[in-house]
C-alpha cells in the first residue's frame, strides 16, 4: 500500500454532526499523514531491529498520544507488525518491538 493509499483509506474520526470536530478533524488529516510517513519511514530504516513505541517517538519527535494511534493505522494496513520480542523502556518496562513489513 503506498502512502497516498494509506492516506485515503485512513480518516480522522470525528463526531457525526458537529461542525467543529469536522473541521478539526479536516485539519488534522494532514498531520496523521506525515506522523505515519515518518514512523514508517524510520522503522523501514531500522530493519529486523525495530523499535519500540518509546524508540519511535524518540527518534522522530512524534509524542505518545499521536505516534501510538498512527502506528495502530500502519499495523491495521499491514505496513508494519508487532514481533514477538520486547526491549527495556527508559523506565524500566518491557515494550514491544515492532518492524516494517
Not at 73 to 94: A, F, M, V
Amino acid at each position: 500500500m503506498t502512502a497516498t493509499q494509506l492516506s485515503l483509506t485512513l480518516t480522522t474520526p470525528y463526531v457525526r454532526g458537529s461542525a467543529t470536530s469536522k473541521a478539526a478533524a479536516n485539519r488534522a488529516q494532514s498531520r496523521t499523514h506525515i506522523d505515519r510517513s515518518m514512523l514508517l519511514t524510520y522503522l523501514r530504516k531500522c530493519g529486523q531491529e525495530g523499535a519500540t513505541d518509546e524508540e519511535q517517538q524518540l527518534a522522530t519527535g512524534i509524542c505518545g498520544d499521536r505516534q501510538r494511534p498512527r502506528r495502530g493505522d500502519l499495523d491495521k494496513c499491514g505496513l508494519i507488525c508487532k514481533t514477538d520480542r520486547t526491549r527495556t523502556t527508559l523506565s524500566g518496562n518491557q515494550a514491544a518491538v515492532w518492524v516494517a513489513a
